[in-house]
């Protein structure tokens, strides 16, 4: 299979990584192609790739877009007449995503995949929609799988309805808490506040822009800052209220497990 992968930052090194590895069902070769050719150049030297102009007109098997989410729908335009078979995206959006590549490329194989970790935690799971299957996109999920990924099938609408509470609701949470608090002397962490500084952590040592993107494209941030702001504003009575309305939805999440 003849991938070109479009975006040679992390998350496209680690699509060209994946279906390229030796545990692959696939024989793949890979190109990068990135508005800034040497990065798709820096991509390729240790992968033993290629680079192909990002304003080329190479065809190729399969396109992946590893792109921001607010530059998807533009990409899937400009790029669905480069694929021959099928076209993919890493993103972490899906309702726009899907939506742009029915429209521009209906009779491609398509798939929507979504990596739930950053790559130097691999493996862990990735949501997939495939808005129409066929043997690449067979393939390209075999590929992820036999990495030792968890795929799981979910619907646009769904992703992107979690996404609000474990990724926009989240980060901001954490954000927020560590904006919020003093620098305290190591001995002073409890349980709780030593978790939340080693999350707090995790969530800063990515790039901005990456963080940015999700907090623009999913809503959930306001309904954590509502209810910060609900907690703080409780008597004892509302907080045991909230209490409660908490520890409920832990059980609740924990009788679907």
Do not use: K
């Not at 990724?167 to 901001?172: L, N, V």
């Not at 910060?228 to 999440?253: K, V």
């Amino acid at each position: 299979m003849d991938l070109l992968v479009v975006g040679a930052g992390e998350i496209g090194r680690w699509v060209a990584d994946t279906v390229s590895a030796d545990e692959s069902p696939v024989d793949a070769a890979v190109a990068f192609a990135d508005r800034d050719p040497d990065v798709a150049d820096d991509a390729a030297a240790s992968r033993g790739a290629t680079t192909v102009p990002a304003d080329g007109d190479t065809t190729h098997d399969a396109v992946c877009l590893a792109v921001p989410m607010s530059a998807v729908p533009a990409a899937v335009e400009a790029y669905a007449s480069r694929a021959e078979r099928a076209i993919l995206d890493v993103s972490g959006e899906m309702t726009d995503a899907v939506a742009a590549m029915r429209e521009h490329a209906p009779g491609l194989q398509r798939a929507s995949y979504h990596p739930l970790f950053a790559p130097p935690r691999v493996p862990g799971n990735v949501a997939c929609v495939v808005d129409e299957g066929g043997p690449v996109v067979a393939g390209v999920t075999g590929a992820i799988e036999a990495g030792g990924n968890e795929v799981f099938e979910t619907t646009p609408a769904e992703h992107d309805r979690a996404m609000e509470t474990v990724q926009a609701g989240a980060h901001a949470a954490v954000l927020a808490w560590r904006l919020a608090g003093d620098d305290v002397r190591e001995e002073f962490h409890t349980p709780v506040s030593a978790a939340l500084d080693e999350v707090a952590d995790t969530v800063t040592e990515g790039a901005p822009e990456v963080y940015a993107e999700i907090q623009r494209a999913f809503d959930g941030a306001d309904d954590v800052a509502d209810a910060a702001r609900a907690i703080a504003d409780a008597d004892p009575d509302e907080f045991a209220d909230l209490y409660e309305a908490a520890r409920g939805d832990r059980e609740g999440r924990e009788r679907h497990e």
